[in-house]
Protein backbone atom coordinates (compact mmCIF):
# COMPACT_ATOMS: atom_id res chain seq x y z
CA UNK A 1 0.00 0.00 0.00
CA UNK A 2 1.11 3.26 -0.90
CA UNK A 3 2.53 5.85 1.23
CA UNK A 4 4.33 9.11 1.03
CA UNK A 5 7.31 8.18 2.74
CA UNK A 6 7.83 6.34 -0.59
CA UNK A 7 8.54 9.97 -2.00
CA UNK A 8 11.16 10.63 0.78
CA UNK A 9 14.55 8.50 -1.37
CA UNK A 10 14.35 11.47 -3.89
CA UNK A 11 15.62 15.13 -2.81
CA UNK A 12 14.98 17.33 -6.19
CA UNK A 13 10.92 17.22 -6.30
CA UNK A 14 8.26 19.39 -8.22
CA UNK A 15 4.35 19.01 -7.26
CA UNK A 16 2.49 20.03 -10.79
CA UNK A 17 -1.01 21.36 -10.50
CA UNK A 18 -3.23 21.05 -13.68
CA UNK A 19 -3.11 24.34 -16.07
CA UNK A 20 -5.94 25.94 -14.64
CA UNK A 21 -5.87 25.81 -10.51
CA UNK A 22 -8.38 25.45 -8.47
CA UNK A 23 -8.31 25.31 -4.54
CA UNK A 24 -8.58 21.49 -4.47
CA UNK A 25 -5.68 21.15 -6.96
CA UNK A 26 -3.64 23.76 -4.89
CA UNK A 27 -4.45 22.91 -1.73
CA UNK A 28 -3.60 18.91 -2.77
CA UNK A 29 -0.23 20.71 -3.70
CA UNK A 30 0.30 22.43 -0.61
CA UNK A 31 -0.18 19.29 1.76
CA UNK A 32 1.86 17.64 0.07
CA UNK A 33 4.83 19.99 -0.06
CA UNK A 34 4.67 20.85 3.45
CA UNK A 35 4.97 16.88 4.19
CA UNK A 36 8.08 17.17 1.64
CA UNK A 37 9.58 20.27 3.36
CA UNK A 38 9.52 19.32 6.43
CA UNK A 39 11.53 16.15 5.36
CA UNK A 40 14.09 18.10 4.35
CA UNK A 41 13.43 18.12 0.49
CA UNK A 42 14.06 20.52 -2.08
CA UNK A 43 10.23 20.50 -3.56
CA UNK A 44 8.56 23.33 -5.52
CA UNK A 45 4.74 23.71 -6.32
CA UNK A 46 4.25 25.03 -9.86
CA UNK A 47 1.08 24.92 -12.24
CA UNK A 48 1.58 25.68 -16.02
CA UNK A 49 -0.47 26.75 -18.96
CA UNK A 50 -1.06 29.50 -21.07
CA UNK A 51 -2.53 32.00 -18.46
CA UNK A 52 -1.37 33.04 -15.00
CA UNK A 53 -4.18 32.09 -11.87
CA UNK A 54 -7.25 35.22 -12.39
CA UNK A 55 -9.90 33.58 -10.03
CA UNK A 56 -9.84 35.88 -6.98
CA UNK A 57 -10.65 33.68 -4.58
CA UNK A 58 -7.50 31.23 -5.59
CA UNK A 59 -5.40 34.29 -5.65
CA UNK A 60 -6.28 35.14 -2.10
CA UNK A 61 -6.07 31.81 -1.25
CA UNK A 62 -2.33 32.06 -1.92
CA UNK A 63 -1.51 35.18 -0.39
CA UNK A 64 -3.51 34.51 2.47
CA UNK A 65 -2.37 31.08 3.29
CA UNK A 66 1.16 31.87 2.38
CA UNK A 67 1.17 29.07 -1.01
CA UNK A 68 4.47 29.13 -2.56
CA UNK A 69 3.34 28.15 -6.40
CA UNK A 70 5.07 29.26 -9.47
CA UNK A 71 4.15 29.75 -12.87
CA UNK A 72 5.54 28.12 -16.08
CA UNK A 73 4.95 29.47 -18.89
CA UNK A 74 4.00 26.53 -21.67
CA UNK A 75 6.43 27.92 -24.09
CA UNK A 76 9.07 27.26 -21.08
CA UNK A 77 8.06 23.85 -19.75
CA UNK A 78 10.01 21.89 -22.68
CA UNK A 79 13.57 23.68 -20.95
CA UNK A 80 12.30 23.14 -17.63
CA UNK A 81 14.76 21.52 -15.70
CA UNK A 82 14.11 17.75 -15.12
CA UNK A 83 13.13 17.13 -11.39
CA UNK A 84 13.91 13.43 -10.25
CA UNK A 85 9.79 13.35 -9.12
CA UNK A 86 7.29 15.22 -10.73
CA UNK A 87 3.87 14.46 -8.56
CA UNK A 88 1.03 15.80 -10.68
CA UNK A 89 -2.10 16.85 -7.74
CA UNK A 90 -5.58 16.36 -9.00
CA UNK A 91 -4.65 15.92 -12.50
CA UNK A 92 -2.85 12.96 -14.47
CA UNK A 93 0.49 13.31 -16.31
CA UNK A 94 -0.22 13.21 -19.98
CA UNK A 95 -3.97 14.54 -20.03
CA UNK A 96 -5.33 17.86 -22.07
CA UNK A 97 -5.51 19.95 -18.78
CA UNK A 98 -1.62 19.47 -17.38
CA UNK A 99 1.47 20.53 -19.62
CA UNK A 100 3.74 17.68 -19.94
CA UNK A 101 6.86 18.27 -18.14
CA UNK A 102 9.69 15.67 -18.07
CA UNK A 103 10.92 13.94 -14.89
CA UNK A 104 12.75 11.22 -14.19
CA UNK A 105 10.01 9.29 -12.36
CA UNK A 106 6.01 10.74 -12.52
CA UNK A 107 3.47 9.95 -9.57
CA UNK A 108 -0.05 11.17 -9.72
CA UNK A 109 -2.33 11.70 -6.97
CA UNK A 110 -6.21 11.99 -7.88
CA UNK A 111 -9.70 11.25 -7.22
CA UNK A 112 -10.85 11.65 -10.93
CA UNK A 113 -11.48 8.37 -12.99
CA UNK A 114 -7.86 7.07 -14.45
CA UNK A 115 -7.25 7.68 -18.09
CA UNK A 116 -5.54 5.96 -21.06
CA UNK A 117 -2.79 8.03 -20.07
CA UNK A 118 -2.40 7.38 -16.36
CA UNK A 119 -0.24 4.34 -18.21
CA UNK A 120 2.53 7.10 -18.10
CA UNK A 121 2.94 7.47 -15.36
CA UNK A 122 5.37 5.45 -12.38
CA UNK A 123 3.29 5.61 -9.32
CA UNK A 124 -0.30 6.18 -9.30
CA UNK A 125 -2.39 6.72 -6.18
CA UNK A 126 -6.46 6.88 -7.50
CA UNK A 127 -9.31 7.67 -5.13
CA UNK A 128 -12.18 8.41 -7.80
CA UNK A 129 -15.08 7.84 -5.11
CA UNK A 130 -13.77 10.47 -2.97
CA UNK A 131 -14.99 14.52 -3.42
CA UNK A 132 -11.94 16.25 -3.51
CA UNK A 133 -8.25 15.26 -4.15
CA UNK A 134 -7.38 17.07 -1.03
CA UNK A 135 -9.55 14.49 0.85
CA UNK A 136 -6.84 11.85 -0.72
CA UNK A 137 -3.61 14.13 0.64
CA UNK A 138 -5.26 14.32 4.50
CA UNK A 139 -5.85 10.57 4.09
CA UNK A 140 -1.99 10.04 2.72
CA UNK A 141 -0.60 12.55 5.59
CA UNK A 142 -2.60 11.53 8.32
CA UNK A 143 -0.93 7.85 7.35
CA UNK A 144 2.02 8.99 8.21
CA UNK A 145 1.19 10.97 11.37
CA UNK A 146 1.51 14.63 9.98
CA UNK A 147 1.02 16.90 12.68
CA UNK A 148 -1.84 19.46 11.62
CA UNK A 149 -1.43 21.70 14.17
CA UNK A 150 2.08 22.67 13.54
CA UNK A 151 1.10 25.05 10.62
CA UNK A 152 -2.65 26.28 11.00
CA UNK A 153 -2.57 27.29 6.87
CA UNK A 154 -2.35 23.37 5.64
CA UNK A 155 -5.30 21.72 7.33
CA UNK A 156 -7.25 25.73 6.17
CA UNK A 157 -6.54 24.48 2.86
CA UNK A 158 -7.44 21.45 2.61
CA UNK A 159 -10.63 22.23 4.23
CA UNK A 160 -11.54 24.62 1.58
CA UNK A 161 -10.27 22.46 -0.83
CA UNK A 162 -12.58 19.59 -0.31
CA UNK A 163 -15.14 22.36 0.33
CA UNK A 164 -15.16 24.27 -3.14
CA UNK A 165 -15.03 20.73 -5.15
CA UNK A 166 -18.12 19.90 -3.12
CA UNK A 167 -20.20 22.85 -3.55
CA UNK A 168 -19.88 23.96 -0.16
CA UNK A 169 -19.90 20.38 1.31
CA UNK A 170 -23.91 19.91 -0.30
CA UNK A 171 -21.88 17.19 -2.50
CA UNK A 172 -20.45 14.82 0.11
CA UNK A 173 -20.79 11.22 0.09
CA UNK A 174 -18.01 9.18 0.57
CA UNK A 175 -17.20 8.34 5.06
CA UNK A 176 -13.57 9.48 3.86
CA UNK A 177 -14.69 13.33 2.75
CA UNK A 178 -17.02 13.85 6.28
CA UNK A 179 -13.73 12.47 8.43
CA UNK A 180 -11.31 15.29 7.01
CA UNK A 181 -14.04 17.83 7.06
CA UNK A 182 -14.90 17.29 10.77
CA UNK A 183 -11.49 16.66 11.63
CA UNK A 184 -9.25 19.48 10.20
CA UNK A 185 -12.41 21.86 11.76
CA UNK A 186 -10.44 22.15 15.09
CA UNK A 187 -7.34 23.06 13.44
CA UNK A 188 -8.02 25.54 10.38
CA UNK A 189 -9.30 29.41 10.51
CA UNK A 190 -12.42 29.18 10.12
CA UNK A 191 -12.69 33.00 9.13
CA UNK A 192 -10.08 32.86 6.37
CA UNK A 193 -12.30 29.78 5.38
CA UNK A 194 -15.30 31.52 5.17
CA UNK A 195 -13.76 35.07 3.53
CA UNK A 196 -12.25 32.95 0.75
CA UNK A 197 -15.82 31.47 0.20
CA UNK A 198 -17.11 34.54 -0.19
CA UNK A 199 -14.67 36.21 -3.28
CA UNK A 200 -15.57 33.83 -5.46
CA UNK A 201 -16.28 36.60 -8.48
CA UNK A 202 -14.65 40.15 -9.15
CA UNK A 203 -17.00 42.53 -10.64
CA UNK A 204 -15.90 41.95 -14.20
CA UNK A 205 -16.56 37.98 -13.54
CA UNK A 206 -20.14 38.59 -12.23
CA UNK A 207 -20.87 40.54 -15.57
CA UNK A 208 -19.39 37.83 -18.01
CA UNK A 209 -21.76 35.28 -15.80
CA UNK A 210 -24.85 37.19 -16.35
CA UNK A 211 -24.03 37.93 -20.13
CA UNK A 212 -23.81 34.56 -20.22
CA UNK A 213 -26.70 33.36 -18.93
CA UNK A 214 -28.75 36.06 -20.27
CA UNK A 215 -27.49 34.54 -24.01
CA UNK A 216 -28.20 30.78 -24.68
CA UNK A 217 -28.84 28.17 -26.85
CA UNK A 218 -31.29 25.58 -25.34
CA UNK A 219 -33.12 22.20 -27.11
CA UNK A 220 -35.39 21.82 -24.10
CA UNK A 221 -36.94 18.41 -25.53
CA UNK A 222 -33.09 17.25 -24.64
CA UNK A 223 -32.79 18.72 -21.76
CA UNK A 224 -29.52 21.07 -22.10
CA UNK A 225 -28.41 24.15 -22.94
CA UNK A 226 -25.51 25.38 -24.37
CA UNK A 227 -24.39 28.55 -23.12
CA UNK A 228 -20.79 30.86 -24.37
CA UNK A 229 -19.01 33.01 -22.06
CA UNK A 230 -16.12 35.68 -22.63
CA UNK A 231 -12.68 34.98 -22.31
CA UNK A 232 -12.67 34.23 -18.36
CA UNK A 233 -10.95 32.00 -15.85
CA UNK A 234 -11.92 28.46 -16.44
CA UNK A 235 -13.57 28.28 -13.05
CA UNK A 236 -16.04 30.24 -13.85
CA UNK A 237 -17.36 28.13 -16.48
CA UNK A 238 -18.08 26.43 -13.96
CA UNK A 239 -19.41 28.05 -11.63
CA UNK A 240 -22.22 29.15 -14.96
CA UNK A 241 -23.01 25.40 -15.53
CA UNK A 242 -23.45 25.45 -11.75
CA UNK A 243 -26.51 27.67 -11.74
CA UNK A 244 -27.74 26.89 -14.85
CA UNK A 245 -28.23 23.82 -14.00
CA UNK A 246 -30.45 24.67 -11.19
CA UNK A 247 -33.02 25.76 -14.08
CA UNK A 248 -36.10 23.27 -13.67
CA UNK A 249 -36.17 22.05 -17.13
CA UNK A 250 -32.03 22.17 -17.79
CA UNK A 251 -30.54 18.61 -17.06
CA UNK A 252 -27.09 18.95 -19.48
CA UNK A 253 -25.53 22.42 -19.30
CA UNK A 254 -22.32 23.33 -21.71
CA UNK A 255 -20.45 25.93 -20.86
CA UNK A 256 -17.31 27.10 -23.36
CA UNK A 257 -15.17 30.22 -23.73
CA UNK A 258 -13.21 30.71 -26.66
CA UNK A 259 -9.73 31.62 -25.99
CA UNK A 260 -6.10 32.33 -28.02
CA UNK A 261 -5.58 28.54 -29.66
CA UNK A 262 -9.04 26.92 -28.91
CA UNK A 263 -11.91 26.81 -26.39
CA UNK A 264 -12.12 25.68 -22.87
CA UNK A 265 -15.63 23.72 -22.14
CA UNK A 266 -17.39 22.71 -18.49
CA UNK A 267 -20.13 20.05 -18.48
CA UNK A 268 -22.68 19.43 -15.97
CA UNK A 269 -25.20 16.99 -16.11
CA UNK A 270 -27.68 15.64 -13.94
CA UNK A 271 -29.59 13.17 -16.19
CA UNK A 272 -29.32 9.51 -16.06
CA UNK A 273 -29.00 9.30 -19.87
CA UNK A 274 -26.09 11.36 -20.09
CA UNK A 275 -22.66 11.31 -18.48
CA UNK A 276 -20.76 14.12 -18.32
CA UNK A 277 -17.73 12.00 -19.23
CA UNK A 278 -19.43 10.85 -22.75
CA UNK A 279 -20.68 13.68 -23.89
CA UNK A 280 -17.17 15.77 -23.56
CA UNK A 281 -15.52 12.49 -24.73
CA UNK A 282 -18.12 13.16 -27.91
CA UNK A 283 -17.47 16.15 -28.70
CA UNK A 284 -13.60 16.53 -28.01
CA UNK A 285 -12.58 13.64 -29.94
CA UNK A 286 -10.23 14.34 -32.97
CA UNK A 287 -9.89 18.09 -31.94
CA UNK A 288 -9.03 18.26 -28.58
CA UNK A 289 -9.02 16.23 -25.00
CA UNK A 290 -11.10 16.19 -22.31
CA UNK A 291 -12.52 14.05 -18.99
CA UNK A 292 -13.86 13.75 -15.91
CA UNK A 293 -16.91 12.16 -14.12
CA UNK A 294 -20.96 11.46 -14.60
CA UNK A 295 -21.69 14.76 -13.56
CA UNK A 296 -18.95 16.77 -14.06
CA UNK A 297 -16.67 17.41 -17.26
CA UNK A 298 -14.55 19.72 -18.42
CA UNK A 299 -12.17 19.61 -22.12
CA UNK A 300 -10.51 21.85 -24.47
CA UNK A 301 -11.25 21.77 -28.82
CA UNK A 302 -8.46 23.14 -30.66
CA UNK A 303 -8.92 26.19 -33.13
CA UNK A 304 -6.92 24.27 -35.38
CA UNK A 305 -9.08 21.56 -35.87
CA UNK A 306 -12.05 23.78 -36.36
CA UNK A 307 -10.29 25.70 -39.24
CA UNK A 308 -9.53 23.09 -40.60
CA UNK A 309 -12.91 22.15 -40.95
CA UNK A 310 -13.45 25.95 -42.12
CA UNK A 311 -16.18 26.69 -39.75
CA UNK A 312 -16.05 28.62 -36.21
CA UNK A 313 -15.92 27.02 -32.87
CA UNK A 314 -19.63 28.45 -31.73
CA UNK A 315 -20.60 26.40 -35.24
CA UNK A 316 -19.17 23.47 -34.25
CA UNK A 317 -20.26 23.30 -30.70
CA UNK A 318 -23.81 23.87 -31.38
CA UNK A 319 -23.27 21.26 -34.70
CA UNK A 320 -21.84 18.58 -32.29
CA UNK A 321 -24.06 18.76 -29.49
CA UNK A 322 -27.13 18.42 -31.64
CA UNK A 323 -25.18 15.71 -33.84
CA UNK A 324 -24.48 14.06 -30.19
CA UNK A 325 -28.26 13.83 -28.80
CA UNK A 326 -29.15 12.57 -31.81
CA UNK A 327 -26.21 10.02 -32.56
CA UNK A 328 -27.33 7.05 -29.75
CA UNK A 329 -30.45 4.97 -29.16
CA UNK A 330 -31.73 4.07 -25.49
CA UNK A 331 -33.16 0.80 -24.47
CA UNK A 332 -34.22 0.03 -21.46
CA UNK A 333 -34.14 -3.68 -20.61
CA UNK A 334 -37.28 -4.00 -18.45
CA UNK A 335 -39.22 -2.35 -20.57
CA UNK A 336 -38.46 -2.89 -24.82
CA UNK A 337 -39.47 -3.54 -28.18
CA UNK A 338 -37.13 -5.44 -29.48
CA UNK A 339 -37.75 -7.04 -32.60
CA UNK A 340 -36.21 -10.66 -31.97
CA UNK A 341 -37.31 -11.94 -34.94
CA UNK A 342 -34.53 -9.51 -37.35
CA UNK A 343 -31.93 -11.09 -34.69
CA UNK A 344 -29.82 -14.22 -35.08
CA UNK A 345 -29.65 -16.59 -32.60
CA UNK A 346 -26.01 -17.84 -31.38
CA UNK A 347 -24.78 -19.89 -28.34
CA UNK A 348 -21.66 -19.71 -26.83
CA UNK A 349 -18.79 -21.53 -27.83
CA UNK A 350 -17.50 -24.19 -25.49
CA UNK A 351 -14.10 -21.52 -24.58
CA UNK A 352 -13.22 -22.14 -20.47
CA UNK A 353 -14.08 -19.18 -18.60
CA UNK A 354 -13.68 -17.83 -15.40
CA UNK A 355 -16.09 -17.11 -12.34
CA UNK A 356 -16.08 -15.70 -9.17
CA UNK A 357 -18.46 -15.69 -6.04
CA UNK A 358 -18.67 -11.70 -5.03
CA UNK A 359 -19.14 -12.38 -1.96
CA UNK A 360 -15.26 -14.06 -1.78
CA UNK A 361 -14.22 -10.88 -2.88
CA UNK A 362 -15.99 -8.35 -0.46
CA UNK A 363 -17.84 -9.59 2.57
CA UNK A 364 -21.29 -9.94 2.17
CA UNK A 365 -23.91 -6.57 0.88
CA UNK A 366 -20.80 -5.01 0.37
CA UNK A 367 -21.05 -1.72 -2.30
CA UNK A 368 -19.31 -2.73 -5.21
CA UNK A 369 -18.52 -1.28 -8.36
CA UNK A 370 -17.71 -3.58 -11.43
CA UNK A 371 -15.75 -1.71 -14.83
CA UNK A 372 -16.80 -3.58 -17.55
CA UNK A 373 -15.40 -2.73 -21.12
CA UNK A 374 -18.99 -1.58 -21.91
CA UNK A 375 -19.73 0.86 -18.98
CA UNK A 376 -19.80 0.67 -15.13
CA UNK A 377 -22.02 -1.48 -13.35
CA UNK A 378 -23.44 -1.50 -9.10
CA UNK A 379 -24.13 -4.34 -7.69
CA UNK A 380 -23.53 -5.14 -3.85
CA UNK A 381 -21.62 -7.97 -3.43
CA UNK A 382 -23.98 -11.70 -2.17
CA UNK A 383 -23.48 -15.22 -2.47
CA UNK A 384 -26.13 -15.40 -4.96
CA UNK A 385 -24.10 -13.23 -7.24
CA UNK A 386 -21.33 -14.36 -9.42
CA UNK A 387 -18.82 -12.25 -11.60
CA UNK A 388 -17.76 -14.15 -14.70
CA UNK A 389 -14.76 -12.99 -16.26
CA UNK A 390 -14.30 -13.52 -20.26
CA UNK A 391 -11.02 -13.79 -22.69
CA UNK A 392 -10.10 -10.63 -22.95
CA UNK A 393 -10.61 -9.35 -18.94
CA UNK A 394 -14.11 -8.82 -19.49
CA UNK A 395 -16.86 -9.16 -16.54
CA UNK A 396 -19.98 -8.69 -15.69
CA UNK A 397 -22.46 -9.92 -13.47
CA UNK A 398 -25.01 -13.25 -13.12
CA UNK A 399 -26.98 -14.38 -10.36
CA UNK A 400 -26.15 -18.13 -9.24
CA UNK A 401 -29.54 -19.32 -10.20
CA UNK A 402 -28.73 -18.55 -14.09
CA UNK A 403 -25.14 -19.50 -13.96
CA UNK A 404 -25.83 -23.03 -12.95
CA UNK A 405 -28.60 -23.10 -15.52
CA UNK A 406 -25.83 -21.81 -18.06
CA UNK A 407 -22.78 -23.34 -17.10
CA UNK A 408 -20.93 -26.22 -15.54
CA UNK A 409 -17.52 -26.15 -13.39
CA UNK A 410 -14.57 -27.49 -15.04
CA UNK A 411 -10.65 -27.83 -14.21
CA UNK A 412 -9.30 -26.45 -17.30
CA UNK A 413 -7.12 -23.20 -17.41
CA UNK A 414 -8.62 -19.82 -18.38
CA UNK A 415 -6.49 -17.71 -20.63
CA UNK A 416 -7.21 -14.45 -19.91
CA UNK A 417 -5.52 -11.63 -22.02
CA UNK A 418 -4.36 -8.95 -19.13
CA UNK A 419 -2.96 -7.09 -21.61
CA UNK A 420 -6.44 -5.82 -22.52
CA UNK A 421 -8.00 -5.48 -19.33
CA UNK A 422 -6.75 -6.48 -16.11
CA UNK A 423 -10.33 -7.40 -14.25
CA UNK A 424 -11.22 -5.51 -10.80
CA UNK A 425 -13.74 -4.64 -8.28
CA UNK A 426 -14.21 -1.50 -6.62
CA UNK A 427 -15.10 -1.21 -2.96
CA UNK A 428 -17.34 2.09 -3.36
CA UNK A 429 -17.38 2.13 0.46
CA UNK A 430 -13.76 2.20 1.51
CA UNK A 431 -12.31 2.44 -2.63
CA UNK A 432 -10.40 -0.56 -2.24
CA UNK A 433 -9.86 -1.91 -5.53
CA UNK A 434 -8.94 -5.99 -5.84
CA UNK A 435 -7.95 -8.40 -8.97
CA UNK A 436 -10.45 -10.80 -9.36
CA UNK A 437 -7.98 -13.43 -10.91
CA UNK A 438 -6.61 -14.63 -7.69
CA UNK A 439 -10.41 -15.74 -7.04
CA UNK A 440 -11.31 -16.78 -9.91
CA UNK A 441 -12.82 -20.73 -10.79
CA UNK A 442 -13.13 -21.78 -14.12
CA UNK A 443 -16.58 -22.89 -15.80
CA UNK A 444 -17.68 -23.62 -19.65
CA UNK A 445 -20.82 -23.23 -21.00
CA UNK A 446 -23.45 -25.63 -21.16
CA UNK A 447 -24.57 -24.81 -24.70
CA UNK A 448 -27.95 -24.38 -23.64
CA UNK A 449 -28.47 -20.64 -23.07
CA UNK A 450 -29.00 -19.50 -26.65
CA UNK A 451 -29.26 -15.70 -27.45
CA UNK A 452 -30.79 -13.10 -30.06
CA UNK A 453 -28.05 -10.88 -31.17
CA UNK A 454 -27.13 -8.58 -33.61
CA UNK A 455 -24.89 -6.04 -35.32
CA UNK A 456 -25.88 -2.11 -33.93
CA UNK A 457 -25.80 0.31 -36.65
CA UNK A 458 -25.89 2.85 -34.06
CA UNK A 459 -24.50 3.27 -30.66
CA UNK A 460 -26.60 2.45 -27.99
CA UNK A 461 -27.24 2.83 -24.64
CA UNK A 462 -28.88 0.10 -22.56
CA UNK A 463 -30.14 0.68 -18.81
CA UNK A 464 -29.93 -3.11 -17.58
CA UNK A 465 -31.91 -4.52 -14.94
CA UNK A 466 -28.74 -4.75 -13.10
CA UNK A 467 -27.62 -1.01 -13.27
CA UNK A 468 -30.99 0.91 -14.15
CA UNK A 469 -29.15 4.31 -13.31
CA UNK A 470 -26.32 3.41 -15.57
CA UNK A 471 -26.14 2.15 -18.88
CA UNK A 472 -24.00 0.00 -20.87
CA UNK A 473 -22.47 2.00 -23.72
CA UNK A 474 -22.27 0.10 -27.34
CA UNK A 475 -20.68 1.60 -29.99
CA UNK A 476 -21.60 0.88 -33.84
CA UNK A 477 -20.38 -2.50 -34.73
CA UNK A 478 -20.72 -3.94 -31.49
CA UNK A 479 -23.60 -6.61 -30.57
CA UNK A 480 -26.95 -6.16 -28.91
CA UNK A 481 -27.85 -9.45 -27.15
CA UNK A 482 -30.44 -10.43 -24.92
CA UNK A 483 -31.51 -14.31 -24.16
CA UNK A 484 -33.75 -16.06 -25.75
CA UNK A 485 -35.58 -17.60 -22.13
CA UNK A 486 -35.32 -13.92 -20.75
CA UNK A 487 -36.24 -11.09 -23.21
CA UNK A 488 -35.39 -8.92 -20.44
CA UNK A 489 -31.60 -9.58 -20.06
CA UNK A 490 -30.62 -6.92 -22.14
CA UNK A 491 -27.08 -6.52 -22.78
CA UNK A 492 -24.27 -5.15 -24.77
CA UNK A 493 -21.29 -7.21 -25.82
CA UNK A 494 -18.10 -5.88 -27.33
CA UNK A 495 -17.82 -6.52 -30.67
CA UNK A 496 -14.09 -8.11 -30.92
CA UNK A 497 -15.43 -10.36 -27.41
CA UNK A 498 -18.54 -11.38 -29.14
CA UNK A 499 -16.49 -12.87 -32.42
CA UNK A 500 -14.13 -14.66 -30.50
CA UNK A 501 -16.77 -16.23 -28.04
CA UNK A 502 -20.02 -16.45 -29.64
CA UNK A 503 -20.85 -18.64 -32.80
CA UNK A 504 -24.32 -18.69 -34.98
CA UNK A 505 -26.57 -21.59 -33.50
CA UNK A 506 -27.49 -24.42 -36.33
CA UNK A 507 -30.90 -25.11 -36.17
Known sequence: MFTLSEFLKYDNIVIQCH????????????GIYSYLQRNGKNVKIIYS?????????????????????????????????????????DCQYGEGNVTRIEAETVAVIDHHRQTANGGESDIVVIQSQLGSCATLVWDLLTDVDFDF??????????????????????????????????????YCDRGIVRRLSLCNLTLDELEIAGVALLRNRNCFHNRYALFRAESCDPNI???????????????????????DGGAKISVRS????????????????????????????????????TDDMNITITEYMNMKTEEYFKSYDIINALKHDIDTASMTKYIK????????????????NTPLMIRTLEGDSNIRASADIYLM????GEVYPIKKEKFHSYYVLCDEEVNISEEI?????????????????PYMNSCISTGEAPIFAKVLTRDTKVFTDWNPNGYMYGKAGDYLALKCDDINDVYIIEHNIFNLTYEELKL
Open 349 to 364: KRIPKGFVVSSEVFPE
Open 49 to 89: GLEQIKKRNVQLMIEWLNIPVEHVKSSDAEDFPKPQLLICV
Open 389 to 392: IGIL
Open 237 to 259: LGFISDIALQVDIVDICVVYSIR
Open 421 to 437: YTPTVKNETTGEVRELI
Open 270 to 305: CSREVMASDYIEYITRDVGSGGGHRDKAGGWINKSA
Open 19 to 30: DHPDPDTISSAF
Open 149 to 186: SLDKDVPASLYYGLLTDTNNFSEINHPLDKDMRDELQM
